[in-house]
Nanobody
Framework: QVQVVESGGGLVQPGGSLRLFCAASGTIFSIDAMGWYRQAPGNQREMVAIITRAGNTNYADSVKGRFTISRDGAWNTQYLQMKSLKPEDTAVYYC?????????WGQGTQVTVSA
């Protein structure tokens, strides 16, 4: 079992930056990949960024060049650095951990980009 808890959301102006944190606990040694997803009102949840055990990363086209996903070596904490934020980045951001075929989700953290 893995538990993940997000933090770091908030209100930021367009063009600003924000850093999200995801703290993992439990059998973290079994994690294969971790990622960030987001869901805006009326929209489906979408992948934002993923990082694998090997350190490979994948980003949604809409955030490439603006967001960076990283983690500490032991999977204790995972980060999403967000720069040049746009109003369309407004959403609830969820941390996800993959262990085999199982997915573990956090409760989400709100990110609002508004003047």
């Amino acid at each position: 079992q893995v538990q993940v808890v997000e933090s770091g959301g908030g209100l930021v102006q367009p063009g600003g930056s924000l850093r999200l944190f995801c703290a993992a606990s439990g059998t973290i040694f079994s994690i294969d990949a971790m990622g960030w997803y987001r869901q805006a009102p009326g929209n489906q949840r979408e992948m934002v960024a993923i990082i694998t055990r090997a350190g490979n990363t994948n980003y949604a086209d809409s955030v490439k060049g603006r967001f960076t996903i990283s983690r500490d070596g032991a999977w204790n904490t995972q980060y999403l650095q967000m720069k040049s934020l746009k109003p369309e980045d407004t959403a609830v951001y969820y941390c996800n951990a993959i262990v085999g075929e199982a997915n573990y989700w956090g409760q989400g953290t709100q990110v609002t980009v508004s003047a």
